[in-house]
């Protein structure tokens, strides 16, 4: 689309991903992609032992994807039953699961 990203890179994580916060610029407004993605609720925030980071918008994560939860958007607009996080699916076909 033309539009120029930045990235403010935290670390690399166990498995060598670069582990950031991604802003994209549009005249003067710069919006954060992950933020974004959670109000339209196409993303979650990742539960996980250890690993995932925030820099300091975990908070602000949590609240914009509560909001998207209760306006049933993206994701959040089928049954809860049907709902699986990523985290469960990692679990529930990791390497250890027997077959």
Known sequence: MNRRVRAYIYKRDQYE????????????????VGQEMLKAGLATVYEA?????FGDFEQKY???????????LGMWSGKMKD?????????????????
Do not use: C
């Open 49 to 53: 032992k250890m690993g995932a980071e």
């Open 83 to 99: 709902y699986e996080s990523p985290r469960d699916y990692k679990i529930r076909t990791g390497p250890n699961v027997p077959k």
């Open 17 to 32: 991903r670069v582990v950031a916060t991604v802003f994209v610029r549009r005249f003067l407004i710069r919006r954060d």
């Open 62 to 72: 949590r609240s914009v994807e509560e909001r998207a939860k209760k306006k049933k």
